[in-house]
């Protein structure tokens, strides 16, 4: 199994500040016949199942505000939150889909500093 | 929109077997774009994917190791739904058990979660 591993754990920013959150992969997840990354974000608030902000690693959902961005390639991936905003305070996941089974990253709480 | 409504109980024994449905609006379960999914959430494990059900053609299945030898997923084309059937379950199985389409990028729409209690 691909083990997915976050950091950090909690991550406090103050309101307008920039959030970043770091998610590394056991083994790559890029398929190299598409040249995609086989990596997906996800927020999550309490008494919420997840919601999809990013997949294919950098490729924002449909309604998802462009504060957030997903970068990164093969092993190493990065969630931004640019200007954090009250609301976006909650739990995001990274999570990859290369290979079954899928499995997700241990969780990074971001609060309000 | 899609949406995916969850039924099932919450609360069960040692021994029993989990039974939630998973009712699909907006998308065909028979579909050939989407895979239909299980996930289960709690402290100890987080967030764990147990398996999926998906057509091409013909219909195939995927389980996660873990529970491989006591879960079933299965697609009802005629009330546009899927469900899962996990047997024999232990306070270890206590989590809130998600169900969740994946289209070709990630797991894009979730059911609202059902918490699953096991306790004698």
């Known amino acids: 199994d691909i083990v997915m591993t976050q950091s950090p754990d909690p991550l406090a920013v103050s309101l307008g500040e920039r959030a970043t959150i770091s998610c590394k992969s056991s083994?790559?997840?890029?398929?190299?016949?598409?040249?995609?990354?086989?990596l997906a974000w996800y927020q999550q608030k309490p008494g919420q199942p997840p919601k999809l902000l990013i997949y294919?690693?950098?490729t924002r959902e449909s309604g998802v505000p462009d504060r957030f961005s997903g970068s990164g390639s093969g092993t190493d991936f990065t969630l931004t939150i640019s200007n954090l905003q009250a609301e976006d305070v909650a739990v995001y996941y990274c999570?990859?889909?290369?290979?079954?089974?899928?499995?997700f990253g241990q969780g990074t709480k971001v609060e309000i500093k | 929109q899609v949406q995916l409504q969850q039924s099932g109980p919450g609360l069960m024994k040692p021994s029993q077997t989990l039974s939630l449905t998973c009712a699909i609006s907006?998308?065909?379960?028979?579909?050939?774009?989407?895979?239909w999914n299980w996930i289960r959430q709690s402290p100890s494990r987080g967030l764990e994917w147990l398996g999926r059900?998906?057509?091409?053609?013909?219909?195939?299945?995927d389980y996660a190791v873990s529970v491989k030898s006591r879960i079933t997923i299965n697609p009802d084309t005629s009330k546009n739904q899927f469900s899962l059937q996990l047997n024999s379950v232990t306070p270890e199985d206590t989590a809130v058990y998600y169900c969740?389409?994946?289209?070709?990028?990630?797991?894009?729409?979730w059911g609202q979660g059902t918490m699953v209690t096991v306790s004698s």
């Open positions: 059900t998906y057509y091409r053609s013909k219909w195939y299945n």
């Open positions: 083994q790559s997840v890029l398929y190299s016949s598409n040249n995609k990354d086989y």
């Open positions: 969740a389409r994946k289209t070709q990028g990630a797991l894009d729409i």
């Open positions: 999570q990859q889909y290369y290979s079954i089974p899928w499995t």
């Open positions: 294919w690693a950098s």
């Open positions: 907006g998308d065909s379960v028979s579909g050939n774009s989407a895979s």
